[in-house]
């Protein structure tokens, strides 16, 4: 049984940063995609960014580009993301997220792409 667990959230103000992590256990982590979403409250889950299994490709959404970074350390089994310039309107739940075998590029924004789901960290981002 995989498990995801988000830290790392909280309540900052707009223009900080906040570092999200994402520990994973029960199956390889370096074999696998792993990907960032988030959801605020009244809207759908939204792709965030995904990152390769080793690390060497990533994938954002345009809503965070060059603002949000994700890193993976697949001796620590752990999955980052960093977010800079933080903006109201990116408060949500954030949610990690380890990829089934069959991802693409193609797919690697769809959440049914992915068969693993953390709990979620809250982030509020204050105007």
């Known amino acids: 049984q995989v498990q995801l667990v988000e830290s790392g959230g909280g309540l900052v103000q707009a223009g900080g940063s906040l570092r999200l992590s994402c520990a994973a256990s029960?199956?390889?982590?370096?074999?696998?995609?792993m990907g960032w979403f988030r959801q605020a409250p009244g809207k759908e889950r939204e792709f965030v960014q995904a990152?390769?299994?080793?690390?060497?490709?990533?994938y954002y959404a345009d809503s965070v580009k060059g603002r949000f970074t994700i890193s993976r350390d697949n001796a620590k089994n752990t999955v980052y993301l960093q977010m800079n310039s933080l903006k109201p309107e990116d408060t949500a739940v954030y949610y990690c997220?380890?990829?089934?075998?069959?991802?693409?590029?193609?797919?690697?924004?769809?959440?049914?792409?992915?068969?693993?789901w953390g709990q979620g960290t809250q982030v509020t981002v204050s105007s």
């Open positions: 997220a380890q990829a089934n075998s069959f991802i693409t590029a193609g797919t690697i924004s769809d959440y049914r792409s992915y068969r693993y």
């Open positions: 990152i390769s299994w080793s690390g060497d490709r990533s």
């Open positions: 029960g199956r390889t982590f370096g074999s696998y995609v």
